[in-house]
């Protein structure tokens, strides 16, 4: 308990650590992203959107049919470029939605 307590900081560093690594190669895993560009994204300190350029995001998005990494996405930005890309007239969709959100 001594040595836990005096390490504090270096501990919590090590775990962080290991935890993006361990999350990196988990989520190219997952979606069949190459693991080297997964590591990367996992490490950036800074997570903004790539859609609406706001920090605070916590999704990392990829390109389903290249598995290509395209950056963090706050979870409603991840959605809405979903179902947009989805749409069977995407820009009615958004001129809709233009609209009515004037």
């Given at each position: 308990m001594v040595y836990r307590a005096a390490h504090?900081?270096?501990i919590r560093a090590k775990h962080?650590?290991?935890n993006a690594a361990h999350k990196a190669e988990e989520y190219a895993a997952r979606t069949g992203c190459?693991?080297?560009?997964?590591?990367?994204?996992?490490g950036k300190p800074d997570r903004d959107c790539w859609l609406c350029g706001e920090p605070g995001a916590t999704h990392l998005d990829h390109e389903h049919t290249t598995n290509r990494i395209r950056g963090w996405a706050h979870a409603?930005?991840?959605?809405?470029?979903?179902?947009?890309?989805?749409?069977?007239?995407?820009r009615c969709?958004?001129?809709t939605l233009a609209l009515a959100y004037k």
């Open positions: 504090k900081n270096e962080a650590a290991y190459d693991v080297n560009e997964s590591k990367l994204w996992h409603a930005c991840n959605k809405a470029e979903g179902l947009i890309a989805t749409s069977p007239d995407p969709l958004l001129a």
